[in-house]
């Protein structure tokens, strides 16, 4: 994807630099316009109201954590268990802002924050390999916002498409489960490395087999093992 | 759903949303992660989807399915090796609910 990309090219304007991170933005516009809509229906499919999931689609911004608290509302898990689970799905956004927060440092308060709600795996990855190899790159602030503002209308739209056509859908379809095939979309890339492999198999398996817990406690369950397996397994590796 | 408990949900989710993209900007840009916590930052992404996604796959009702009467996990399955082989989203998602349909079609009628 990045052959297609303007990198190299320095910026002489903000809004040129606006329009470069507009442009690295376009190759990934595909995937997240399929994202956005599965969202949009999986959301109206799991039993969310029309205007709900159009409030939940603006204020989150947060397709995985979207999806994955979909079948915990569908069962009337307890408000903190969503909120752990979507910090937690979430958590990879900590490690962006962590990363993009030096680049912001001179903003106002009211700004950096705005960023921070813009920052998603597509702009963050975008953003990184352009200060990998231009680290002097000029106006990178409007860059980012180019690249990132763009992302989020490119999903709020494909979002708001598929809320309004879901009520269209039958049920009997099970078009649901396609917020699940795209949880699995997320996942696979992440378990190339054994630790996680190892942790995520350990994960699944304790959460089916503590399903009957209440509160879906098998899903913090689940989790916790799933890391201690990760962490373990990592040790071995390193010592071996 | 309850009106009460969706609104408050979508509260809860918009929260988790500010702490994990805006916080860090709240907090000293001296903060660093803590290493004790950086293996939670690494792994609790792939753990969480993990234990999202199978009970999801393989529970019909609150009965343990893993038989082709439950199509959902042999998607689920199809999805992940399509996703391995060709990296495309959008592929998994049509592919995934191309196995489900059929199978639907075939063992359930």
Known sequence: ?240 | MIDSYVRWAILGITLATFITRSGPHLLGARLRIPPAFDAALRFAPACALAAIIAPDLVFTGDTLNLTLENPRWVAGVAAAVIFATSRSMIATIVGGMAFFWLLKAWFVG
């Open chain 1, 1 to 240: 994807m990045s052959e297609s990309s303007v990198i190299g090219a320095a910026a002489t304007s903000p809004r040129e630099a606006f329009r470069h991170g507009v442009r690295d933005l376009l190759p990934a516009a595909p995937g997240v316009f399929a994202w956005g809509l599965v969202t949009g229906v999986a959301m109206v499919k799991s039993g969310l109201g029309v205007p709900e999931s159009i409030v939940m689609s603006l204020v989150a911004y947060a397709g995985s954590a979207q999806l994955a608290a979909l079948p915990l509302m569908a069962t009337f898990a307890p408000i903190w268990l969503i909120v752990v689970t979507a910090v937690i799905v979430n958590l990879r956004f900590v490690v962006y802002s962590v990363m993009t927060r030096q680049h912001f440092a001179g903003l106002s308060m009211n700004r950096r924050l705005w960023l921070g709600y813009l920052v998603g795996d597509i702009m963050f990855a975008r953003f990184s390999a352009l200060l990998e190899r231009q680290p002097d790159y000029p106006h990178r602030i409007a860059y980012y916002f180019g690249g990132a503002s763009c992302n989020w209308m490119w999903w709020q739209v494909s979002s708001i498409i598929g809320i309004l056509a879901a009520t269209r859908i039958p049920v009997s379809w099970g078009l649901e489960l396609a917020g699940t095939l795209t949880l699995i979309a997320l996942l696979v890339p992440l378990c190339r490395q054994w630790p996680v492999l190892a942790g995520a198999s350990v994960a699944a398996a304790t959460s089916v087999l503590a399903h009957g817990l209440p509160l879906r406690l098998g899903l913090a369950l689940g989790i916790a093992l799933g890391v201690a397996t990760a962490v373990v397994v990592e040790r071995g590796r390193e010592e071996a």
